[in-house]
């Protein structure tokens, strides 16, 4: 009788195996059409494809498309959670949030499907995306945001505490610059600000990554600063 569940566990942790073994080869696919073709081309059956498996295998492992997404972000939010804790946490606070929010632009700079992907997902009401998305995967990409978010909710703590900043909820601030860092990301990708320069009268001027960049750093500041 033991030999019999012996038996049974290993296959049952063989199988489990591949059921991750087949999901990260997805995924893997999944983001190098993201960064191929960008969020917006990239279909079930292109995933598929370059698996080597039909659309059923892919719905077998996902619930469907956003779930895919979901977790394909996730992957995106690992790597710039890696990248955010280089920056040093021995500086001034200042420094550091400075540093971190010039790390996040950078990050979205060299991944524009970060960015794409973040912001399909965001313009989905809550309610909508608890129908759609598994509760683990959801789990799995709110801990994929909050591992990135506590980086800074960190350096505006330790801010607060030197006086430096004036911040009353650091996670609703660092929540906030996350979105609106993802819209100023896309203003990059376009390249170009409207202003009127007369009454009715439109004017486009190019724009550079470094203003984003540089923006992106002041309005952080700003905003911690002013409390």
Known sequence: MAGTTSTTDRRRTAAQAR???????????????????????????????????????IYRHFSGKEELFALTLVGYLDDLAAELRAVPTTGEPVDRVGAITGAFVDFGLEHPAFVDCAQTLMRRPGPELLDEISESALFRLGR?????????????????????????????LANTLYASGLGA??????????????????????????QIKQHLVDTALTFARAG
């Open 19 to 57: 059921r991750r073994a087949r999901e990260r080869e997805i995924l893997d696919a999944t983001r190098a059409l993201f960064d191929e073709r960008g969020v917006r081309d990239a279909q079930i059956e292109d995933v598929a494809r370059a698996v080597g498996v039909n659309r059923a295998i």
């Open 185 to 210: 990301l896309q203003l990059a990708r376009v390249g170009m600000v409207v202003k009127e320069v007369a009454p009715g009268i439109p004017a486009v001027e190019p724009l550079s990554p470094a």
């Open 144 to 172: 994929g945001i909050a591992g990135c978010l506590a980086v800074l909710t960190d350096a505006l703590r330790a801010g607060n505490e030197a006086g430096d900043f004036k911040v009353p909820d650091v996670d609703l």
